[in-house]
């Protein structure tokens, strides 16, 4: 079946299967890889996009399911990848192996949408995300720095 999909702010279609992931169809069918596959069970949160502004882990969303909504990737969270948080991510050099990083920002840019000055309850009840490097205190540093 043919789905026509808002990504980025573009139309794409995608012929696929209805319960084949968001994941997939990014990265496969649109060769948008900077969303990544960790878990695939919607537990890590590497493959975090905002469908609508909300958070949605894409491994877990099936791209029937997408309708109309506005699909955001890392690759649109900045053209000029000088949005406060890759900034406040590279001076706080927050990655280790960066796997999971994309899938973080994403995660970080809605907290910080919805919620301009989290505190660090906040912080740690919106980043749900997994870091096998354990870069959580880092993570915090540069939210609260990209916050200001
Ligand atoms: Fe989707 Fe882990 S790959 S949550």
Known sequence: MTYQLNINGAAHKADVEGETPLLWVLRDTLGLTGTKYGCGAGACGACTVHIDGNVVR???MPVSAVGKGKVRTIEALSPDRKHALQQAWIAEQVP???YCQSGMLMAAAALLKSTPKPTDA???AAMTNLCRCGTY???RRAIKRAAG
Do not use: E, F, L, M
């Open 122 to 124: 906040q912080i740690d």
């Open 58 to 60: 894409s491994c877990v």
């Open 137 to 139: 205190p880092r993570v």
């Open 96 to 98: 280790q192996c960066g």
